[in-house]
Structure formats: C-alpha cells, structure tokens
C-alpha cells in the first residue's frame, strides 16, 4: 500500500468533501429536513455543492421510509441529481445491506446500476472466507465497467484483512480507495478525533487516497484531524445533525459548510469532483 500523500506546504492540496445527507437510518422524526425523496436529495444535492462538497453518497428509500436497494430507486435518484448538478458532483450509491439484503443482492443491485461510484463494507461483503472469491469478482467487475469502489473499514483491523486480499490478488486495483469509520451506529455514539489514530498507526496498511468519517458532536473535529494528517472528509446527517456548538444543524448544507470553512481555516483546498475523479482513477 502507498503512503500518505504528505500536507502540501502551500495548503493547496485539494480535500474532497462528500456529503452522506440521509443514511438508511434516520428518518424525519430525526430531523424534517432528513432528504428522503428523489426531489429532496436532488435539492440537497445542489445546496451542499454550492457549500463545498464535490461528492453524494445516495441512500435511497422505500414507499414506508424504509431501506433500499433497488436499482430503478437508485437510477431515478441518481437522474435527478444529475438535473440538479449535472457532472459537478460525483454521485456515489450504498450497497449497505442494513440487515436487509445479503451479499449477492447488494452485488446484484450495483451490477444493475452501474453507478459512477459505489461504496462497499468490507464486514458485509466479505464476513469469512467463503465469499472471497465472489468478492474478487465483483471487484473486477467493477474495474471492467470503470466503476469507482469505496472499501468501508470499521477498524484497523479490517485494514489489515484488505491489504492481506490484495497481497493474495484478490482487490485488482492499484490502491483502492477506503473510508474509515470512527465508530458505530449507535445510539449517542460520539467520536472523537483520536479514533482515527489505530487508523493510521505504524502497524497498520496505509491506503493512498482514504477518508474519514465520524458520528456526533465533533463530527467537524474529526473530519479536519482527518485531512490534516492527508485524507479526505464525509459529513452529513446519516453520521451527525449537529453543529460544532452542539446546536442541531439546519441542514446538510451547513455541516457541509462547516468542513469547508475548518479545511480552509487550516490553508487547505476543497476539491472539485473532477479533481476527486482524477485522484480515484490513479487508484485503479
């Protein structure tokens, strides 16, 4: 695995922001301007461009609010993005199973798709050795049909078993990207900027183009901890609904906003999603 790309003393190396707006969690008795609707997520899509954010991560629901993987759901949310927004965000759907869906189905529906950008949990896709080889598959599928995969990794540990499949040949991709998750789904989970540290320890495989992501309160800390040591950020109301003040977040856009203003305050750059797809294709 690479290294860390190191900070560019100029502060113009550009951190991407994507904004994750929904999950497939909450819903508007969490927050009423939780997107859930095609026409939400589209609006949502382009206030958080205008805010700073070069990438949505897309959950979409079913006619109870419920959690979703349907390719026609995900083809119609991702056409109004694109009215909304046209090419200036990177949209990349979920194939989070939620308890939901196995693995083959959450393979099934990104085949079905074919979306600019997918991301995949490691812990879902792969949960024991027996579905390493359709995982491979998929992965190289992916690769075939230029579809950007983002590896979601719940622990350092889980850093380690993807280096270890990639070593065995398994990931056909030059370093593929990562999102490191600082914490859980859980209810009152607060992360903190030092959860990102066992990320980024020594021991630990390094990935060359990684993000971070955090629940809670100091969602922004973490976030800007993150691209000070060289990553890139996610923010939004599927991990936290509030400010850095502890007030609750009018919207995605703000906290969006937010990370923007922090990255900057620091000399860094907010990159554009064209900027976030040449750093991706360098991957593969």
């Given at each position: 695995?690479?290294?860390?790309?190191p900070i560019?003393?100029?502060?113009?190396?550009?951190?991407?922001?994507?904004?994750?707006?929904?999950?497939?969690?909450?819903?508007?008795?969490?927050h009423?301007?939780?997107?859930?609707?095609q026409?939400?997520?589209?609006?949502?899509?382009?206030?958080?461009?205008?805010?700073g954010?070069?990438?949505?991560?897309?959950?979409?629901?079913?006619?109870?609010?419920g959690?979703?993987?349907?390719a026609?759901?995900?083809?119609?949310?991702?056409?109004?993005?694109?009215?909304?927004?046209?090419?200036?965000?990177v949209?990349?759907?979920?194939?989070e199973?939620l308890?939901?869906?196995?693995s083959?189905?959450?393979?099934?529906?990104?085949r079905?798709v074919?979306?600019e950008?997918?991301s995949?949990?490691?812990?879902?896709?792969?949960?024991?050795?027996?579905?390493e080889?359709?995982f491979?598959?998929?992965?190289?599928?992916?690769?075939?049909?230029?579809?950007?995969?983002?590896?979601?990794?719940?622990?350092?540990?889980?850093?380690?078993?993807?280096?270890?499949?990639?070593?065995?040949?398994?990931v056909?991709?030059?370093d593929?990207?990562?999102l490191?998750?600082?914490?859980?789904?859980t209810?009152r989970?607060?992360?903190?900027p030092a959860?990102?540290?066992?990320?980024?320890?020594?021991?630990?495989?390094?990935?060359?183009?990684?993000?971070?992501?955090?629940?809670?309160?100091?969602?922004?800390?973490?976030?800007?901890?993150?691209?000070?040591?060289?990553?890139?950020?996610?923010?939004?109301?599927?991990?936290?609904?509030?400010?850095?003040?502890?007030?609750?977040?009018p919207?995605?856009?703000?906290?969006?906003?937010?990370?923007?203003?922090?990255?900057?305050?620091?000399?860094?750059?907010?990159?554009?999603?064209?900027?976030?797809?040449?750093?991706?294709?360098?991957?593969?």
């Amino acid at each position: 695995m690479a290294t860390h790309d190191p900070i560019d003393p100029n502060g113009t190396l550009p951190v991407a922001i994507a904004v994750a707006p929904n999950g497939g969690r909450r819903t508007k008795a969490d927050h009423p301007a939780l997107p859930l609707t095609q026409e939400e997520i589209a609006a949502t899509a382009s206030a958080c461009l205008d805010a700073g954010a070069c990438m949505i991560h897309v959950h979409v629901r079913d006619r109870s609010g419920g959690h979703l993987l349907n390719a026609d759901a995900y083809r119609t949310a991702i056409a109004a993005i694109r009215a909304a927004v046209g090419e200036r965000m990177v949209v990349q759907i979920t194939s989070e199973a939620l308890g939901i869906y196995r693995s083959d189905e959450q393979m099934a529906v990104v085949r079905d798709v074919r979306p600019e950008a997918v991301s995949l949990a490691l812990r879902e896709l792969v949960p024991d050795a027996s579905h390493e080889s359709s995982f491979a598959g998929f992965l190289a599928w992916l690769r075939t049909e230029r579809v950007i995969p983002q590896i979601i990794l719940y622990s350092p540990e889980e850093a380690v078993k993807l280096a270890a499949l990639k070593a065995r040949g398994l990931v056909p991709f030059e370093d593929v990207p990562v999102l490191y998750v600082l914490g859980r789904y859980t209810a009152r989970q607060r992360s903190t900027p030092a959860d990102l540290l066992p990320f980024l320890a020594a021991e630990i495989p390094r990935f060359a183009h990684w993000s971070v992501c955090a629940f809670g309160v100091r969602e922004n800390a973490c976030v800007t901890a993150g691209a000070l040591l060289g990553g890139h950020v996610r923010v939004g109301f599927e991990n936290n609904l509030l400010l850095p003040d502890g007030s609750i977040a009018p919207d995605n856009a703000a906290l969006v906003a937010g990370a923007q203003a922090a990255i900057g305050t620091c000399g860094l750059l907010a990159a554009t999603a064209n900027e976030l797809r040449a750093a991706w294709n360098r991957t593969a």
